[in-house]
């Protein structure tokens, strides 16, 4: 058996299955990064042709879920535990908590993918459609920051995720730094000029819906990488 890199991939000469291992080693970093959340596994990254079950951009994979990729599709997912994304032409792709399971001749390709940061947002209680969460002032705990790179990639999932239009990007002040970033496939990227290690809030808002949610950020350093997930409960 030889070891690729370091990134966790191995193959066997002549294996006809291949299987995207969790690396050996995680660093803090990354071990803070990765989802957790053992009800997803995968984030579909990329999608041309059909799947069974049917899936679209950016939505999440269970573990345990069996992907038919038609043949002539192409399906790239990121899997969360190993931070990598695979590429996947035709065939069937298992995902599972430790990787992404496919024959060899079906694997496309493999390269090293964003380690998702997950922030949950619920959206029970008082207020118009079921309520969300507002901040009142940008909080003094660290860990209750989004923390996202200036580039950074925001996707959103779970509950009204679909309903998601725009997204305005504020200051600790409320003052606005950026509006009406449109919400495209349920994702959308900042744009790289906020400066690093400040407060700031995402405020996302959804059709049919008058109160924004907001969510406060920390923005990473300049040469970070990562996605942040908002998974709306």
Known sequence: MATIDRSGFMTKAAALVALILLP???GAGLARGANTNSAVAALVMDLTGATKPPLVVHREV???TKIAVAPGAR???LHYATCSIVTFSGGTVKVTEEGLEAA???IESRKPGPCPRTHKISLAGPGPLGGGIVSRGIPHDQSQYAEIAPDGLVVITGARSANAVTADVLDSNRMLVDRDIPIHQKSFRLGGALPPRRPYYISIHFRGRSEPVEVPISILASDA?????LRLE
């Open 104 to 106: 060899e001749a079906h």
């Open 225 to 229: 990488k990562g996605l942040l997930i």
């Open 24 to 26: 050996a080693m995680l």
């Open 75 to 77: 399906l790239s997912l």
């Open 62 to 64: 269970a573990p345990g």
